[in-house]
């Protein structure tokens, strides 16, 4: 079965420092992946998503993710955090199995401390 | 734009009793799903629709029913609550499958006791 891992449940940066969320993925063909957040209270937003046409993949709020298809990973970062970074982070991919709807990993909660 | 809007936000529930969550979307989305997020799991997909009319089962089917009479509304029905249906329950929807992004509604948060 297509599946997801997040390495770290939480993260904790500082303000101004790199911010980097782990993920990696289980897939025998390319796959779509994707990055997503959630505040509290909130349903979930895109930040952004991996399609084949570019294995450096530009956000919103300046986040990116590289896909690197030997590592099967697709980590999620930031050089520089801001308070307004502090959420639960999730990444997912496109799980054949189930007709490419989205499996999602188990988030990372990343803290921003000032 | 309201985009995807579920209700109820909250709801308790005692063992045994029924309820449906409601969800819609002004998208004119094909697609729409059922999710539940629990503490550690991330999001689990429950049900899905690729259209007015069908529905299928995705990872966590057990104990829930959906129906997508139209297009724009997808109902998700529990029976017979149990304690392990505790959950914050999220409904989205898509334009298409894969590469497509889904859009979320804010959540019902639901207990049973």
């Known amino acids: 079965a297509q599946s997801v891992t997040q390495l770290g449940s939480h993260v904790s940066v500082s303000e101004g420092a790199l911010v980097l969320l782990r993920c990696n993925y289980s897939?025998?063909?390319?796959?779509?992946l994707f990055w997503y957040v959630q505040y509290p209270n909130q349903g979930l937003q895109l930040l952004l998503k991996?399609?084949?046409?570019?294995?450096l993949v530009k956000g919103i709020n300046g986040f990116e993710a590289e896909f690197k298809k030997s590592e099967t990973s697709f980590h999620l970062t930031k050089p520089s955090a801001h308070m307004s970074d502090a959420a639960e982070y999730f990444c997912?991919?496109?799980?054949?199995?189930?007709?490419?709807?989205?499996?999602f990993g188990a988030g990372t909660i990343l803290r921003v401390k000032s | 734009n309201a985009g995807v809007t579920q209700t109820p936000k909250f709801r308790v529930l005692k063992t045994g009793q029924s309820m449906t969550l409601l969800c819609a979307q002004d998208m004119n989305h094909e697609y729409m799903y059922w999710y539940r997020q629990d503490p550690g799991m991330g999001l689990r997909l429950i049900h899905y629709s690729v259209g007015e009319g069908t529905t299928a089962k995705g990872e966590v089917p057990d104990g829930y029913n959906v129906s997508r009479l139209k297009k724009q509304n997808f109902l998700l029905g529990l029976e017979s609550a149990a304690p392990s249906q505790t959950s914050v329950y999220f409904c989205?929807?898509?334009?298409?499958?894969?590469?497509?992004?889904?859009?979320f509604g804010n959540g019902t948060r639901l207990t049973v006791t």
């Open positions: 991996y399609t084949s046409a570019a294995t």
């Open positions: 989205a929807s898509s334009a298409g499958n894969g590469n497509s992004p889904l859009h």
């Open positions: 897939s025998s063909v390319p796959p779509y």
């Open positions: 997912a991919v496109a799980a054949v199995e189930y007709g490419n709807k989205l499996v």
